[in-house]
C-alpha cells in the first residue's frame, strides 16, 4: 500500500478505521515524550501521504467522523481558529513568503475541518451560532483569498 508507519494514524483515520486508531493512539501515549514531535509529524515531506498541515483532528473533520472525532477531542486534540488574512505575524509572513499556495491550501483545510457538522456538533455549546457565524467568516475570506472562492463559498 505504500503507507509510512508514522503515516499509520493518519491513514486508518482517512480509512475510517476505528480500532485501529484506538490502538495507533494508545500506543502513540506509551512512546510519545514531552517535548517531542508526534509520530505524524516526523514523516518526511518528499513521502509523506498528507501535507504537514494534516492533523489527525483535522483530518477526521474532513471525512466528518462522529466516532473518530470524539475520541481524539476526548484525548485533547484541538484546532484553533486559523490566523486572519492579513495576519501579520512572524509565522505568517514567513509561511506566505515561503509558499503562498501551501500557506492558503493549509487555511483551506483548516476552515473545511472547522465546517465540519460532526466537529461542530461535538466542540461548540451553541453548534448554530457557530455554524452561523463560521459561513459568515468563510463567505468574508473568500472574498479576500480569491485562490480558493468557490471552495470557500460551498463549505456553508
Not at 501521504?49 to 484525548?75: C, G, M, Q, S, W
Not at 484541538?78 to 512572524?90: F, Q, R, V, W
Not at 463560521?134 to 470557500?152: I, K, M, T, Y
Request: proline letters at 4%; one cysteine or more.
Amino acid at each position: 500500500m505504500g503507507v509510512e508507519t508514522r503515516d499509520a494514524l493518519l491513514y486508518a483515520i482517512s480509512v475510517e478505521f476505528v480500532e485501529a486508531v484506538e490502538l495507533l493512539l494508545e500506543h502513540e501515549e506509551l512512546i510519545h515524550k514531552e517535548g517531542e514531535l508526534y509520530s505524524w509529524q516526523k514523516v518526511d515531506i518528499n513521502t509523506a501521504t498528507f501535507t504537514p498541515d494534516i492533523t489527525p483532528l483535522v483530518l477526521a473533520a474532513h471525512r466528518n467522523n462522529y466516532e473518530i472525532l470524539k475520541i481524539l477531542l476526548d484525548r485533547g486534540a484541538t484546532i484553533s481558529m486559523p490566523h486572519d488574512i492579513k495576519c501579520g505575524c512572524d509565522d505568517c509572513v514567513n509561511q506566505s513568503e515561503e509558499d503562498s499556495l501551501r500557506h492558503s491550501l493549509s487555511r483551506l483545510n483548516e476552515y473545511k475541518a472547522l465546517a465540519s457538522p460532526s466537529l461542530i456538533a461535538l466542540s461548540s455549546s451553541d453548534p448554530l451560532l457557530t455554524a452561523f457565524q463560521l459561513s459568515w467568516e468563510l463567505r468574508n475570506l473568500a472574498f479576500a483569498e480569491p485562490v480558493s472562492d468557490q471552495q470557500l463559498i460551498n463549505k456553508d
